[in-house]
Nanobody, 126 residues
């Protein structure tokens, strides 16, 4: 089992930046593929970015490619999401998630992730 706790959300003006963090406990963080998802009001949860166990492979949703950067520090058991040039449409609750599956690349489907944090709110004002 693993516990995930997100932090770093908040209110920011359009064009601003935020860095989200997700700290893991209870299981070796480095054994998990990690991902970020988000859910806006009245919308389904959507994939944002994912990263391999070692951090050498990443994948992004097309809507955030070049704008967001996912990274991890396995020594600190922490996942990050750097978000630049934020837009009002980036407003959502952001969730980190862990996928324990062996032998796969980072995946985009939420059903593949077994462990989830409680989410952190990001609000971008225009």
């Amino acid at each position: 089992q693993v516990q995930l706790v997100e932090s770093g959300g908040g209110l920011v003006q359009a064009g601003g930046s935020l860095t989200l963090s997700c700290t893991a406990s209870g299981r070796i963080f480095g054994s998990l593929i990690m991902g970020w998802f988000r859910q806006a009001p009245a919308k389904e949860r959507e994939f944002v970015a994912a990263i391999s166990r070692s951090g050498d492979r990443t994948t992004y949703a097309g809507s955030v490619e070049g704008q967001f950067t996912i990274s991890r520090d396995n020594d600190k058991s922490t996942l990050y999401l750097r978000m630049n040039n934020l837009k009002p449409e980036d407003t959502a609750v952001y969730y980190c998630a862990g996928d324990p599956t062996i032998g796969v690349l980072p995946r985009v489907q939420s059903r593949n992730y077994d462990f989830w944090g409680q989410g952190t709110q990001v609000t971008v004002s225009s």
